[in-house]
């Protein structure tokens, strides 16, 4: 029985053994398709991240070029001048102190101003005097002599000093025409200078009272030069402007335009139509 029982022991051991045996074999296997299995999960989920991540890629790379895009054309936008909607200005609405005269904009009659006559005999539009006698007031007290040789001129007088330099182009031989514009070129035709409004001075040192370049290295004008728009002056026709105003340098020829236009016409060393055309007026 022992034997037996040896045998079947032994039996069931080796079966045992065999159990185990096909069990190891069985659980190597298991082992192996989880591995093998582990690896195409890892491989696909690798495989799948990577495509995400092109995708992504590809967003982002789109998504940066719609940006580059938008800001490229935000900076073109901001660079390029806005579109004109909005017409100029109308000539009549520029406000009195602003106002200037040209071959486009002449005035056919005297204007209706009122105008204050000076201790010196000239006359000038009322709202400026003020301002011009504290311009010579504080002239006087840097111990300067500003005089006064040209003010307010009415249509006829204009005419007067036209058809003087008119005459004197054709003592020199010009036709009528020729001489014409050959004195249009210093002495503005009659209806265009800004004498006539009322806003216009022609100042010079007592010292050099004639009206040529040299006239600029006075100490008069050299202080009006520097302090004029503080009274709300510009030296009207300057020397480097000539293409804009289309008048000769005139280094003693002011304008009235208001102390808040002078300033600004002053420190950005514009003319008065440089000016209006910042403001938006056509002129
Ligand atoms: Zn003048």
Redesign the pocket.
């Known amino acids: 029985m022992r034997s037996s029982n040896g045998y079947r022991n032994y039996k069931r051991r080796r079966r045992g053994f065999g159990y185990t045996r096909r069990n190891n074999l069985l659980f190597a296997e298991l082992i192996i398709m989880l591995v093998i299995v582990i690896i195409f999960v890892i491989v696909s989920i690798v495989k799948l991240s990577n495509i995400k991540k092109k995708d992504s890629d590809k967003t982002t790379k789109a998504a940066e070029t719609k940006v580059a895009a938008t800001s490229t054309q935000a900076v073109e936008t901001s660079t390029l001048p806005e579109p004109t909607t909005q017409a100029l200005k109308a000539f009549d609405e520029i406000p009195w102190n602003l106002v200037i005269l040209n071959t486009k904009h002449p005035i056919t009659e005297d204007l209706n101003i009122e105008l204050e006559t000076l201790k010196n005999g000239y006359r000038i539009d009322k709202r400026v005097v003020d301002e011009l006698q504290a311009m010579f007031d504080d002239a006087r007290k840097e111990g300067l002599s500003p005089v006064i040789c040209?003010s307010y001129r009415e249509m006829s007088y204009q005419q007067r000093l036209f058809d003087k330099a008119v005459n004197s182009f054709k003592a020199k031989g010009h036709n009528q025409q020729e001489a014409e514009s050959l004195a249009a070129t210093d002495t503005a035709i009659p209806g265009t200078?800004?004498?006539q409004l009322g806003l216009?001075?022609?100042i010079v040192d007592i010292n050099n009272q004639m009206l040529n370049d040299d006239q600029e290295n006075t100490p008069v004008q050299q202080w009006l030069m520097a302090n004029s728009y503080k009274y709300g002056f510009i030296l009207?026709y300057p020397k480097d402007k000539v293409d804009i105003t289309g008048i000769m340098y005139?280094p003693?020829?002011y304008r009235y335009v208001g102390k808040e236009a002078a300033k600004e016409i002053y420190e950005k060393k514009i003319t008065l139509e440089e000016y209006l055309t910042e403001l938006g007026y056509e002129y």
């Open positions: 040209s200078s800004e004498h216009a001075l022609d009207r005139e003693w020829h």
